[in-house]
């Protein structure tokens, strides 16, 4: 058994230590998993911060051997501090990641409504909206679930900054907190997101449109972030979006009372 670890199917066992066999199996086949993850991510992440830190020394680069001319040296400085930028929230963002799975298992549970958390998130963001021409509206009523406060606002905080990321001209988002199914949904008549996009967009590091990402600094974590919180909370995610119509993502938290 021990030489065939890959291969248990193929070796012969007593019916009576099937179970052992299988628990064995079953870790056997997580540690590969998860070695194989990690080995996936830090590829990402290399790939991901190589990107604007070329751009940055390419710049540097010109200026320093004096190819900058006139308003080149604006438009250089630009590219160099919004590359900059970009390169601290992917650190920042992973960085919140790799916080979030190492706390696994010792969430804060706090009583948290979640009409205050809406109602604080489309606060912080309604001047962001405005400059980018969506509208937002909150609806609902009182909603208690157990939980971290901190981790649930960031989580429909990060929804609620999509929905004016990816919307358009005079759009509108609704954020809407249901007390009978311990809900909250944010909802947008934006771009919208295909069917084949659908199943990859909780993905770390996947972004529908990567050039039009590149232009709003999206690191493709924020849904990453907020499927890890609602897995720690043992809430269920709904998507539901078409192309050009709008996107409504709802995640349902668990019953504080059973
Ligand atoms: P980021 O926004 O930083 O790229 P996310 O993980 O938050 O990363 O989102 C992943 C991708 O999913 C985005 O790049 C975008 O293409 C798509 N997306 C997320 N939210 C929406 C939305 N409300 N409408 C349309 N597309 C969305």
């Known amino acids: 058994l021990a030489n065939n670890m890959d291969h248990i199917e193929n070796v012969q066992i007593y019916k009576e230590l099937e179970p052992f066999v299988t628990t064995i199996k079953q870790q056997h086949e997580d540690i590969l998993k998860s070695a194989m993850m990690r080995q996936e991510f830090t590829a990402n992440v290399t790939h991901e911060l190589k990107t604007p830190l070329t751009s940055i ?63 604080n998130c489309v606060n912080m963001l309604t001047l962001h909206a405005e400059e980018n021409d969506v509208k937002f509206h909150l609806k609902g009523s009182n909603t208690h679930v157990k939980g971290s406060h901190s981790m649930i606002e960031e989580l429909v905080y990060n929804l609620c900054d999509n929905a004016i990321r990816y919307n358009r001209e005079g759009g509108n988002i ?59 909370h043992g809430a269920k995610i709904e998507l539901t979006s078409a192309e050009n119509v709008g996107t409504t993502i709802k995640v349902i938290f668990p019953d504080p009372d059973k």
């Not at 007390?179 to 008549?189: A, N």
């Not at 659908?198 to 493709?220: A, C, H, L, M, N």
């Open 174 to 232: 609704w954020v809407v907190v249901d007390p009978e199914d311990h809900s909250i949904l944010v909802s947008d008549d934006g771009i919208g997101i295909s069917e084949e996009n659908q199943s990859r967009i909780f993905e770390r590091f996947y972004r529908v449109d990567k050039s039009r990402s590149r232009k709003t600094g999206s690191t493709g974590l924020g849904l990453a972030i907020v499927k890890h919180i609602a897995e720690q």
């Open 57 to 119: 020394s390419g710049y540097a680069e010109l200026i320093e051997n004096g190819m900058a001319q006139g308003d080149d040296v604006e438009r250089f400085a630009t590219e160099i501090h919004r590359n900059a930028k970009r390169l601290l929230s992917l650190i920042n963002d992973t960085l919140r990641l790799s916080e979030l799975d190492s706390n696994d298992g010792d969430l804060l549970m706090e009583d948290v409504n979640l009409y205050d958390v809406a109602s």
